[in-house]
């Protein structure tokens, strides 16, 4: 073997155990005691995770007039200091362009450029819906999984909806969805600016929790009427959780994310911070956050992405009311940390949240597992480094973080990518560039690096 892992402390998703770990040629090759190879690195007294895989990513990405602060290069590097070597981001065809052309040009985007290994999502938009013929297309060239907006100027009402999922469901496709109500939500923030409710607190309130439950809701009847697998992006509430577990519990192939921002903070965060939280669906009270919380130990949500959409303070506070604030926060490199440190969680179900599960739903069939004929994406722990978060110890390219003050016991030392140490004692020892494109395959098929 080209490299022993030895003495560490493993933790998969399935337990935690004392094992070394042997790479051949970038895939870990075995998995035992007394191993050997030509180099060694000691691990005692080290925790060994997968290398995390975040499946909602927005680097690089321009929305009202404003680009994202991360790019591919900066936020790419935030995220293996984080102890994350996969991530997922998305792309959206612009007019007269194909969908393989728009997934070929956000792929030469990012190649040459991110630290991480990378795939996207394709985004289905109302101009799309006369192109669903080329969804076939695009599954075969390794992006199954289409990103659909209930909210904003270019959401999709429940019919165009049935119509895209009816044609995913016949490509073997995938649905991801922002389940809000776009109508209810408008006509809230009307009645607010009208009243001159412009401060940011009224965010939460005009993106009611029960009117995003009842969106989801009409996400799984129509899952459920195509016969389309549906995975919910950033669930904030019980009335999503309650909704998505009847029907997983009914048989229906449904999964739930959450985010850092629901899971640690509530909306006293716009009571200090003011605009720099604004993300949608909104930051809500303090017991939606412990249940939420409760969901995800218990197993009702599967998954912890971040919804990485940086701005810099400055963008977000020139804002002359919160409806017009850039929505988005910096999350990438805090995940993995703020997550194992949630009450009630886990080491195994850490990873199964971060690392395990993300990558089976999204078809990265080599990644977020500890077994041989996986890629060695691997991250060794400090599990009793304590750090305080706060944009002085992260490294996205803003100037703030919603999570600063909170502290976190556990920090990634040492970051592997396929074999490669990318993070050493904590600093970034990679170039720019590195990543590789991930094809990937629904179902459980071999998916490669291209």
Known sequence: MDLVIAGGTVVTSEGVFQADIGLREGRIAAVGQGLSGRRRMEARGRLITPGGVDVHVHLQYHVGGLDTADDFASGSRAAVLGGTTTFLDFVETRPGQTMLEALQRRRQQAEGRSVADFGFHMTIQPADLANLDQVAGVVEAGCPTF???MAYGFCLDDGQLLTSFRALAAAGGMALVHAE???????LV????????????????????????Q????VMDLAELTGTPVYLFHVTCAEVVE????????GLAAWGETCPQYLCLDDEVFERLGPLPICSPPIREKAQQQSLQRALVRGDLQVVSTDHCPFSAAEKSQAPDFSRVPGGIPALESR?????????????????????????VMGLTRKGRIQPGCDADLVLWDPHARRTLGPENLHENVDWSPFDGIPVCGVPETVLRRGEVVVDEGRLVA????GLFQERWLGGSEGQES
């Open 336 to 360: 993995m940390m703020l997550v194992r440190n949630l009450p009630g969680m886990t080491l195994p179900r850490w990873v199964d949240v971060c690392c395990t599960t993300p990558a089976r």
């Open 243 to 250: 909704r998505l577990a009847a029907a997983r519990s009914g």
């Open 190 to 213: 009307a009645e607010s600016l009208e009243a001159g409710l412009v401060h940011p607190r009224m965010h939460p309130r005009c993106r009611p929790a029960a009117f995003e439950g």
């Open 181 to 187: 109500n776009w109508d209810v939500i408008r006509r």
């Open 147 to 149: 990103k659909h907006y």
């Open 431 to 434: 170039g720019e560039g590195g």
């Open 215 to 218: 969106a989801a809701g009409r």
